[in-house]
């Protein structure tokens, strides 16, 4: 399609965002909205800034015209709050929230309340954004990230083949897998696959690896690093379970993603991982960070062929709920498109030429 001329945006992201040892559900949904509004024909110049660099943000800002529509990645948002409020009100400001603090600083609401509008990666998130009074709920549009069409994984009989996806680090509960799995070292036949970036929390991975040796379950729970693609498929269809154990969680990707291929999933529920559960019997849910509840469901799946078939079966009819990464690319266009066409705030005044700002 012929790009409109409200159909350009810059779009301020950290410079990690195409980083393969830095992949995060942040990352991936940056990605896919990049490369989803430049398939529907939009001009997306991107800005890429250090998340331990606000003055980088605060320079690229500063050459923005009056009126530039502007996304930015809500963790910018968090960790440069000072930059985007001083600059924020003179632009045509959109903040993407994938995740909200529990208890806001005042400098982070001043960056949010300068934002025309919020897009929010799940209602969970909407919820938090309302109820600290970020925002007016009317300025506070949902997009749920998508998935990508997938082949359904085949289930082994035994229901010994775990998956667990997401960086590893302690708020995503790899500790209480490790924990737990550590206790039915006595149970044969199962293995578990741990899939994410070892790089954000190495002491964390440390410990882990320690336990595991500790257990001498060395032979049978695998870190792999970061998989993508082809790999990451293979993952993915070898698993017969996908364990999600994450402490704060705003979404829940790596739940969607399992579901998306038939895939039953046993989690925490924190936050908005329910949103991503299509068919609630294709989820088995604990407590969090209980591990005497993780260890009798896990028991309970390996003991009951017909608990898994159930399971299964509900999972595969989830395939048909999948929400794709076009649904969520529209939502978010059509909110930049309300956002650019809006009448201004204040008169412009001159700037730098966006043209200057380094982009990609």
Known sequence: MNARPEASVFFLVPDAIDDAERVSGGNV?????????????????????????????????????DGTLLLVDGLLATRHPDALAAEGARLRLVVLAHMIAADLADSERRAYGVARRIIATSNWTRGELIAQGVADPARIT???????????????????????????????????????????????GWTCTIVGSLQGA???????????????LADRIEFTGVLTGRHLEEAYARADLVIALSRGESYGMVVAEALARGIPVLTSGVGGIPEAIAQDAAAMTVPLDDPWALEVVLHRWWASPALRQERKAAALKARDAALPWSTT?????????????APAEGSLRGGTSAESVPRR
């Not at 909205?33 to 800005?47: E, F, N, P, S």
């Not at 605060?58 to 050459?63: G, N, R, T, V």
């Not at 190495?202 to 001498?216: E, Q």
């Not at 690319?329 to 066409?341: G, Q």
């Open 29 to 65: 949904y940056d990605q896919r909205i990049r490369d989803g509004l430049r398939a529907d024909g939009w001009d997306v110049r991107m800005i890429l800034v250090a998340e331990d660099e606000p003055r980088q943000t605060a320079d690229a800002l500063s050459q923005l015209r």
């Open 142 to 188: 949902v997009a749920h990230p998508g998935t990508d069409p997938a082949a359904a994984a085949t289930a082994s009989e035994s229901g010994d083949r775990l998956l667990c996806v997401g960086t590893v680090a302690p708020h995503k509960g790899q500790d209480l897998l490790v924990r737990t799995l550590a206790d039915c070292s006595d149970v044969p």
């Open 202 to 216: 190495p002491d964390f991975v440390t410990a882990l690896r320690a336990a595991i040796a500790s257990a001498g």
């Open 329 to 341: 690319t529209a939502i978010v266009a059509s909110t930049l498109e309300e956002t650019a066409i």
